[in-house]
């Protein structure tokens, strides 16, 4: 039988947690599904990451119904991707905020990865019917954006190129405490796809110059505590660099994409394949590597029709 393209054969549910890593402050997780970041402040909520569909973003408004009555104003989005923003209708925010690159991406690629997504990962558009369409921000920034709840104070900013070149964090300071998006990973494969490997490293450390006392990743358990927070940091950078050095050495040398795949696997497997969605990840990680490695710097667009060339041909 042939193998399943990316998570098509996926379709167990996940145990959902809602753990507090700071007061007040909510990481919505589900053991490697995207997560979703939840900020209460005085008067009102902010959303980080908004889930695919309004039908699982609906599951993250039953949690914190049950820790506050406070309405969502804000939804924040992390970066483009569809997992992590075609839900975003279900919280009835009056504002969502994302980087200017971000919507830029939006605008580029947005609906070809919408597509693609829906194809790779069927059971993470679950009540896809419900999506109204695209999701647009009604704010947007290059650098840093400061957001106040009241008296607690949100700082959105743009640190560096790495899981896509628009990604933002989300910092509280009186906290101390961090949501990241797909910029750190726990125990979950990094998708590199549309990254930017020799950024990711710098963005790391300008996180790890932060301090955070906790991290919302993008997948995988809350961080909570210097030494989780510290192993997650360098977990991800691991991760990342481990992918790219050996497609970059095949590179070098003329070989060809499936080469570089072996060599990825290689290297990759021994440490990561336990790792949630690492086989989903896998292919479009080994292609984004290859093509940096070339000198491509800006991702090339996935489509539907792109995801089975590359399939197929790593399949020879």
Same mark, same amino acid.
């Given at each position: 039988?042939?193998?399943?393209?990316?998570?098509?054969?996926?379709?167990?549910?996940k145990?959902?947690s809602?753990?507090?890593i700071?007061?007040?402050?909510?990481?919505?997780?589900?053991e490697g599904?995207?997560?979703?970041?939840v =900020?209460?402040g005085?008067?009102?909520v902010?959303?980080?990451?908004?889930?695919?569909?309004?039908?699982?973003?609906?599951k993250?408004v039953?949690?914190?119904? /049950?820790?506050? *009555?406070?309405?969502?104003?804000?939804?924040v989005?992390?970066?483009y991707?569809?997992v992590? !923003?075609?839900?975003a209708?279900?919280?009835?925010a009056?504002? =969502?905020?994302?980087?200017?690159?971000c919507?830029?991406?939006?605008?580029?690629?947005g609906?070809?990865?919408w597509d693609?997504e829906?194809g790779?990962f069927?059971r993470?558009?679950?009540?896809h019917?419900?999506?109204?369409?695209?999701?647009?921000?009604?704010?947007?920034?290059a650098k840093?954006?400061t !957001?106040?709840?009241?008296?607690?104070? =949100?700082?959105l900013?743009?640190?560096?190129?790495?899981?896509t070149a628009?990604?933002? !964090?989300a910092?509280?300071p009186?906290?101390q405490?961090?949501?990241?998006?797909?910029?750190?990973?726990?125990h979950?494969?990094?998708?590199?796809?549309?990254?930017?490997?020799? *950024?990711?490293g710098?963005?790391?450390?300008?996180?790890a110059?932060?301090?955070?006392?906790a991290?919302?990743?993008g $997948?995988?358990d809350a961080?909570? /505590?210097?030494?989780?927070?510290?192993a997650?940091?360098e977990n991800t950078? *691991?991760f990342?660099?481990s992918?790219?050095r050996?497609?970059a050495m !095949?590179?070098?040398?003329?070989?060809?994409?499936?080469?570089?795949?072996d060599?990825? $696997?290689d290297?990759? *497997?021994?440490?990561?394949?336990?790792y949630a =969605?690492?086989?989903?990840?896998?292919?479009?990680?080994?292609?984004?590597?290859?093509d940096?490695?070339k000198?491509?710097d800006t991702?090339?667009?996935?489509?539907a029709? $792109?995801d089975l060339?590359m399939?197929?041909a790593?399949?020879g």
């Open positions: 039988m042939a193998k399943a393209f990316a998570s098509q054969g996926d379709m167990a549910e145990n959902i809602f753990t507090e700071g007061r007040d402050l909510w990481a919505f997780t589900a599904d995207p997560n979703t970041g =900020i209460i005085d008067d009102s902010m959303i980080i990451d908004a889930q695919a569909t309004p039908r699982l973003a609906n993250v039953e949690k914190i119904r /049950g820790v506050t *009555d406070k309405p969502i104003k804000h939804v989005l992390s970066h991707h569809a992590r !923003v075609l839900g209708s279900a919280y009835d009056s504002e =969502i905020i994302a980087s200017d690159t919507r830029a991406m939006i605008h580029e690629r609906q070809e990865d693609s829906f790779r069927p993470l558009f679950e009540g019917e419900s999506i109204p369409g695209l999701t647009w921000p009604s704010q947007t920034f840093k954006m !957001v106040h709840l009241g008296k607690r104070q =949100i700082d900013m743009h640190l560096g190129r790495a899981h628009g990604d933002i !964090v910092f509280v009186d906290e405490v961090m949501f990241t998006g797909d910029i750190v990973e726990y979950s494969a990094c998708y590199c796809g549309d990254g930017h490997f020799n *950024d990711w710098n963005t790391l450390d300008k996180i110059g932060f301090a955070p006392s991290i919302a990743p $997948r995988g961080l909570v /505590g210097d030494n989780m927070v510290t997650a940091i950078r *691991d990342v660099m992918t790219y050996p497609a !095949v590179a070098a040398r003329d070989g060809t994409l499936k080469d570089a795949w060599a990825v $696997r290297v990759c *497997d021994p440490k990561f394949a336990d =969605i690492y086989e989903h990840c896998l292919p479009f990680n080994v292609a984004r590597a290859f940096e490695a000198g491509i991702p090339r667009i996935w489509t029709e $792109r060339d399939w197929n790593l399949q």
